[in-house]
Nanobody, 124 residues
Framework: QVQLVESGGGLVQPGGSLKLSCVVS????????MGWFRQAPGKEREFVAA???????LYTDSVKGRVTIATDNAKNTVYLQINSLKPEDTAVYYC??????????????????WGQGTQVTVSS
């Protein structure tokens, strides 16, 4: 049984930083792609970042330069470092993983396994 568990969210002031973590169990971690998505109230789930099957790092334009995705295979963990946080970054952040290489890494329905989400709130 594949499980993804996120942590690291919280309340942070604009301009601050957070490092989200997602621990994966139930599969060989280094052999699969991983992605991060977010969903703000009343909005659709949107792509943030991914590590592709080949190891390529992918980012949505709105976070480029502020966000870094990284993995620690020894800890079965994928991280999302977010810097220079803005109020519009407020959302529930989810990590996800597909069974097979996605045709489009930015599409949520290409991913089969999801965590429960961690809330990030950016406010002064």
């Amino acid at each position: 049984q594949v499980q993804l568990v996120e942590s690291g969210g919280g309340l942070v002031q604009p301009g601050g930083s957070l490092k989200l973590s997602c621990v994966v169990s139930g599969r060989t971690f280094g052999n699969h792609a991983m992605g991060w998505f977010r969903q703000a109230p009343g909005k659709e789930r949107e792509f943030v970042a991914a590590i592709s099957w080949s190891g390529t790092l992918l980012y949505t334009d709105s976070v480029k330069g502020r966000v870094t995705i990284a993995t620690d295979n020894a800890k079965n963990t994928v991280y999302l470092q977010i810097n220079s946080l803005k109020p519009e970054d407020t959302a529930v952040y989810y990590c996800a993983s597909p069974r097979n290489p996605p045709r489009d890494y930015a599409r949520p329905n290409e991913y089969d396994y999801w965590g429960q989400g961690t809330q990030v709130t950016v406010s002064s």
